[in-house]
């Protein structure tokens, strides 16, 4: 597939989509990154409206694979025109979820990355909508991929379970989420803190766990309750983790925020 015409146009295009992010230092990463715009080009043309960094995330989260990277990115545009025709998801199209104030986001983490607080108790499926809340799931990602600080792909998530219960428990809601997050936002999460979480929510993450790709296993952590507060100040100051964590930072809604 890494034919001279695809290097060619790799090195022609790579630097006009580095103006308005970090550049891609590496030289294989790069090539890779102008040979799948080439290739993905030619079949979706709306291909010339992301950037090298989107490229890159699908690129890693194939492993560098240029083939399955760009069945994956070509899935994703053709998706996006399916779910996203107005570019966002209008709030009134959501709102019973929104209602709950299940997601909330405010803060950044030492490395700037936005932090995310969802609580699993807040989400009862049997008085919801499947379809709002896929809907739900993309406004949010979208709302936080808009939060994203000048030079950040990534944000990190509290998933809260304290108080999660049978009544809690959606599994083909979990597993939609985790589809839209790995296939279609991929390498935006940078890590996934679960906490409170009780007994019987091991017997729903023992169905959803072989659902989830290798490269996001790796970033989700289980923490202690005795450990909570020192576990999430290794990586969140205390001015900016949330202030039911023992910080001092007031959660925030996400369609407040």
């Given at each position: 597939m890494?034919?001279k015409?695809?290097k060619q146009?790799?090195?022609?295009?790579a630097?006009?989509?580095?103006?308005?992010?970090?550049?891609?230092?590496?030289?294989?990463?790069?090539?890779?990154?102008?040979?799948?715009?080439?290739?993905?080009?030619?079949q979706?043309?709306?291909?010339?409206e992301v950037d090298d960094?989107m490229?890159?995330?699908?690129?890693?989260a194939?492993d560098?694979d240029?083939e399955?990277?760009?069945?994956l990115?070509l899935?994703?545009?053709?998706?996006?025109?399916?779910?996203?025709?107005?570019?966002?998801i209008p709030e009134?199209?959501?709102?019973?979820?929104?209602?709950?104030k299940?997601?909330?986001?405010?803060g950044?983490?030492?490395?700037?990355?936005?932090?995310?607080?969802?609580?699993?108790?807040?989400?009862?499926?049997?008085?919801?909508?499947?379809?709002?809340?896929?809907r739900f799931v993309?406004?949010t990602?979208?709302?936080?991929?808009?939060?994203?600080?000048?030079?950040?792909?990534?944000?990190i998530?509290?998933?809260?379970l304290?108080?999660w219960?049978?009544s809690?428990?959606d599994?083909?809601?979990?597993?939609?989420?985790?589809?839209?997050l790995?296939?279609?936002?991929?390498?935006?999460?940078g890590?996934?803190?679960?906490?409170?979480a009780?007994?019987?929510f091991?017997t729903a993450w023992?169905?959803?766990?072989?659902?989830?790709?290798?490269?996001?296993k790796?970033?989700?952590?289980f923490?202690e309750?005795?450990?909570?507060?020192?576990i999430l100040?290794?990586?969140i100051?205390?001015t900016?983790?949330p202030?039911?964590?023992?910080?001092?930072m007031p959660?925030?809604p996400?369609?407040?925020?």
């Amino acid at each position: 597939m890494e034919t001279k015409e695809n290097k060619q146009v790799a090195e022609e295009a790579a630097p006009e989509h580095e103006e308005n992010g970090p550049l891609i230092e590496d030289e294989i990463e790069r090539s890779k990154v102008g040979i799948m715009r080439a290739l993905c080009d030619r079949q979706d043309p709306s291909t010339k409206e992301v950037d090298d960094l989107m490229i890159r995330r699908f690129l890693r989260a194939r492993d560098h694979d240029i083939e399955k990277a760009s069945t994956l990115f070509l899935k994703y545009l053709t998706w996006k025109r399916s779910v996203l025709p107005k570019g966002h998801i209008p709030e009134t199209e959501i709102a019973n979820d929104l209602s709950h104030k299940k997601v909330c986001m405010q803060g950044l983490d030492k490395l700037g990355r936005p932090i995310v607080v969802a609580f699993g108790n807040r989400h009862n499926p049997a008085k919801g909508n499947p379809e709002e809340f896929k809907r739900f799931v993309v406004y949010t990602l979208e709302k936080i991929c808009a939060r994203m600080p000048r030079g950040e792909e990534k944000f990190i998530t509290i998933g809260d379970l304290q108080g999660w219960g049978y009544s809690n428990c959606d599994i083909r809601g979990y597993l939609a989420a985790l589809s839209t997050l790995q296939d279609c936002y991929p390498e935006r999460l940078g890590k996934l803190y679960l906490v409170h979480a009780p007994y019987i929510f091991m017997t729903a993450w023992k169905m959803i766990y072989p659902f989830i790709d290798s490269n996001t296993k790796k970033k989700i952590v289980f923490v202690e309750n005795k450990k909570l507060t020192s576990i999430l100040l290794e990586d969140i100051d205390e001015t900016q983790l949330p202030d039911i964590y023992g910080g001092k930072m007031p959660l925030v809604p996400i369609q407040d925020s």
